[in-house]
Nanobody, 123 residues
Framework: VQLVESGGGLVQAGGSLRLSCVAS????????IGWYRQARGKEREGLAC???????AYYVRSEPGRFTISTDNANTVYLDVNNLEPDDTAVYYC??????????????????WGKGTQVTVSS
């Protein structure tokens, strides 16, 4: 069971990125997939979760249009981040957990985590 993130990098403020999370070793059925980030010196922060089996999404942050989570319903979950700001600089992680156990905002119940992808936003 593995999650691998990609798509991070260095981007100027105001730009956009699409992060990808590819799962292997399990199917999305009965799982919730989430995106989280952790900036240096700060606590981990939940961004969004999705249930691929019905495409229902939950956003932790109330910033319409800034973060969009989606899935190909096969083995990949995406996070589109728009209008990037220097404060968005962090390692972005995806995580998976069984439905009904996951608490999206905190990541409690997420049992599988990727190693993360670094996003750096320059001003």
């Amino acid at each position: 069971v593995q999650l691998v993130e990609s798509g991070g990098g260095l981007v100027q403020a105001g730009g956009s990125l699409r992060l990808s999370c590819v799962a292997s070793g399990f199917t999305f059925d009965d799982y919730s997939i989430g995106w989280y980030r952790q900036a240096r010196g700060k606590e981990r922060e939940g961004l969004a979760c999705i249930i691929p089996s019905d495409d229902s999404a939950y956003y932790v942050r109330s910033e319409p249009g800034r973060f969009t989570i989606s899935t190909d319903n096969a083995n990949t979950v995406y996070l589109d981040v728009n209008n990037l700001e220097p404060d968005d600089t962090a390692v972005y992680y995806c995580a998976a957990g069984v439905l009904g156990i996951v608490v999206c905002p905190t990541g409690v119940g997420m049992t599988t985590w990727g190693k993360g992808t670094q996003v750096t936003v320059s001003s």
